[in-house]
């Protein structure tokens, strides 16, 4: 059941809609989302909208009757529009998002969901078994896709990667599969951190690929990286911009990505300020990567 209510009275309809409903009710204002962790724009003159889930059947006559006591508390006038049912039907959400989910190429770079079988088609294609769960990273999402561009073109044999920000790993799965030495791979969430752990061991790189909870802090002093990728967002980016040149070696490379057209420019010189150097620039739609150098000391 929704409904969207004047702001002034929002509050009010919510507590008289639990109280006929005996469900919990959310109130939902219109925002414009930026980004992930971009934060977002709250339009707080908009009729939020009012939202409740009644599990089984509702009559006729229930709809009825919570109909005639809004209209009987005053709150007709507050109302935008009319209240709306929708029925839902019960499922297996967890199996149900799977079933979209399929093979993604990306250049030479195979992700293979991990129920979904795959044989390698040879030239060169390296397969990353995946399984999110609730992290993100399942390469299907721009941001994730331009990483994995930036890094297949890339000669990463023998390197020692970074993956800060890692989600579900898949990053670091891709480097080592590409020939990386070894990847430390470092989140804040813990679910991120847990769905990393499992899809190393799904692919058996327990060996070469080292997973924290944190984020750069984590790093030993004095340790440098051939390459740093952070697939974040723009504003961790920009305020981690000089300790991720300083975790860079001399000479090795940057791929930051998660950043939305409106944020580039603001990006990319927090990164220039801090010492890199850009070496070139990837889109796709509202989304950008930068792949960056540290010059030679």
């Known amino acids: ?20 409903t005996g469900a919990g009710v959310a109130i939902e204002p219109v925002i414009e989302a930026l980004g992930p962790d971009e934060g977002y724009i709250l339009d707080e003159q908009a009729p939020p909208t009012l939202r409740a889930y009644l599990r089984g059947p509702v009559s006729r006559s229930r709809r009825a009757i919570i109909r005639r006591r809004l209209v009987a508390a005053g709150f007709e006038a507050a109302v935008v529009g009319r209240l709306r049912w929708r029925p839902i039907r019960e499922e297996d959400w967890a199996e149900a998002w799977r079933a979209g989910y399929d093979i993604e190429r990306v250049g030479r770079v195979v992700v293979r969901p991990a129920w979904r079988d795959y044989v390698a088609a040879g030239d060169g294609e390296v397969i990353v078994s995946l399984d999110p769960g609730m992290a993100f990273g399942t390469g299907q999402h721009p941001t994730t896709r331009m990483c994995l561009q930036a890094m297949e073109g ?20 891709a480097a ?50 051939d390459l740093v990728l952070a697939n974040i967002n723009a504003a961790t980016n920009i305020a981690h911009a000089r300790p991720i040149h300083d975790v860079t070696r001399p000479g090795g490379a940057v791929i930051v990505s998660g950043i939305i057209a409106e944020r580039a420019a603001a990006c990319e ?29």
Not at 1 to 20: C, F, H, K, N, Y
């Open 176 to 225: 080592v599969a590409l020939a990386a030495e070894r990847c430390f791979a470092v989140d804040i969430e813990e679910q991120a951190v847990a769905a990393t752990v499992a899809n190393v061991a799904l692919n058996g790189a327990e060996g070469r690929i080292e997973v924290a909870l944190g984020s750069i802090e984590r790093v030993a002093a004095g340790r440098a990286f």
């Open 269 to 297: 010189d927090a990164f220039l300020a801090a010492g890199l150097r850009i070496e070139a620039r990837l889109e796709a739609g509202d989304w950008r990567t930068f792949v960056l150098e540290r010059p030679e000391d």
């Open 1 to 20: 059941m929704s409904l969207r209510a004047r702001p002034a009275a929002a509050e009010d309809v919510a507590a008289l809609l639990q109280e006929l």
């Open 154 to 173: 890339r000669s990463l044999a023998g390197q020692d990667v970074l993956d800060l920000g890692c989600g579900s790993g898949i990053l670091a799965l």
